[in-house]
């Protein structure tokens, strides 16, 4: 009896132990497929366009050896409308993770990657370069962010993407309140757009650093479309949903859990990616 017992023991010890694993298997690979982003925000002045041009187009080729030494896995450069010089930012950098760490730490070997996409410039013209990126913008913003939910799609976001790119606030203690609005009201009717060509992805971003009362905003959520064309002109076959009283109700308080601050139109003018 005792024989049976201790095995009946180490077989339920065994499954335990199996459970656990697969437990531990399955948090490391949802931490794994976590998106994680640094915004950073330039002011261009209207006299350093061309100049700043040149030096993103340097720094693509570094950003591309970045993603291959798998220190990033992707950059993006997107100019931003409005974008007068009284109104805030011109450009903005993207630069991608799949793990905070990297991102906080700004992991990997940076000579490597600048030797690698410029073995034979000389270190003369390497520092003109670094001194020219100094004086064609200034990096205003720089905000950490996670990705925390987003629409069910395969949208690859080629060149031209226009994104509208939206800054949310939310008081303190809100968040939770907030993004189960985003998650449970508003997500499913963007996938609906989505599924019918009206839109070609959404995504909801939650601030990691920055935080604080004085914060500009606390998440930014992105609606993204092929193109202006796609964003000004949706498929003749896309009709506008009609909601009941009781759906209004719940998007009218979805629209009250937050405070819209600032939107822009933003185009993708440069990219690099983990293929």
Same mark, same amino acid.
């Given at each position: 009896?005792?024989?049976?017992?201790?095995?009946?023991?180490?077989?339920?010890?065994?499954?335990?132990?199996?459970?656990?694993?697969?437990?531990?298997?399955?948090?490391?690979?949802?931490?794994?497929?976590?998106?994680?982003?640094?915004?950073?925000?330039?002011?261009?002045?209207?006299?350093?366009?061309?100049?700043?041009?040149?030096?993103?187009?340097?720094?693509?080729?570094?950003?591309?050896?970045?993603?291959?030494?798998?220190?990033?896995?992707?950059?993006? %450069?997107?100019?931003?409308? $409005?974008? *007068?010089? #009284?109104?805030?930012?011109?450009?903005? /950098? !993207?630069?991608? @993770?799949? &793990?905070?760490?990297?991102?906080?730490?700004?992991?990997?070997?940076?000579?490597?990657?600048?030797?690698?996409?410029?073995?034979?410039?000389?270190?003369?013209?390497?520092?003109?370069?670094?001194?020219?990126?100094?004086?064609?913008?200034?990096?205003?913003?720089?905000?950490?962010?996670?990705?925390?939910?987003?629409?069910?799609?395969?949208?690859?976001?080629?060149?031209?993407?226009?994104?509208?790119?939206?800054?949310?606030?939310?008081?303190?203690?809100?968040?939770?309140?907030?993004?189960?609005?985003?998650?449970?009201?508003?997500?499913?009717?963007?996938?609906?757009?989505?599924?019918?060509?009206?839109?070609?992805?959404?995504?909801? %971003?939650?601030?990691?650093? $920055?935080? *604080?009362? #004085?914060?500009?905003?606390?998440?930014? /959520? !992105?609606?993204? @479309?092929? &193109?202006?064309?796609?964003?000004?002109?949706?498929?003749?076959?896309?009709?506008?949903?009609?909601?009941?009283?009781?759906?209004?109700?719940?998007?009218?308080?979805?629209?009250?859990?937050?405070?819209?601050?600032?939107?822009?139109?933003?185009?993708?003018?440069?990219?690099?990616?983990?293929?």
């Amino acid at each position: 009896m005792r024989e049976i017992k201790s095995n009946l023991n180490q077989t339920i010890m065994k499954k335990l132990m199996l459970m656990t694993a697969f437990i531990l298997f399955a948090v490391n690979l949802n931490a794994q497929d976590k998106l994680y982003l640094v915004f950073e925000f330039m002011r261009v002045d209207n006299e350093q366009e061309s100049n700043y041009w040149e030096v993103e187009s340097f720094w693509e080729k570094i950003h591309e050896q970045r993603v291959k030494n798998g220190d990033i896995i992707g950059w993006d %450069l997107w100019q931003l409308r $409005p974008g *007068g010089e #009284d109104q805030h930012y011109q450009y903005m /950098t !993207v630069n991608l @993770y799949d &793990d905070p760490v990297k991102m906080m730490s700004n992991a990997g070997d940076f000579d490597a990657a600048l030797k690698a996409a410029y073995p034979d410039m000389s270190e003369e013209d390497l520092d003109k370069m670094m001194d020219k990126t100094v004086k064609s913008r200034d990096l205003a913003v720089r905000i950490y962010l996670e990705h925390i939910d987003g629409t069910d799609d395969n949208f690859e976001m080629p060149l031209g993407t226009m994104a509208s790119i939206n800054f949310m606030k939310v008081v303190p203690g809100g968040a939770g309140r907030y993004e189960k609005m985003e998650s449970e009201i508003f997500k499913p009717m963007h996938q609906e757009a989505v599924d019918n060509g009206i839109r070609s992805s959404w995504g909801l %971003l939650r601030y990691m650093s $920055p935080y *604080g009362t #004085d914060t500009y905003a606390t998440h930014i /959520t !992105v609606d993204m @479309y092929k &193109d202006f064309n796609h964003y000004f002109n949706p498929p003749e076959t896309a009709s506008s949903p009609e909601y009941t009283e009781e759906q209004m109700k719940k998007i009218n308080e979805g629209i009250a859990s937050r405070d819209m601050k600032y939107g822009y139109m933003a185009t993708l003018v440069k990219t690099q990616k983990r293929q």
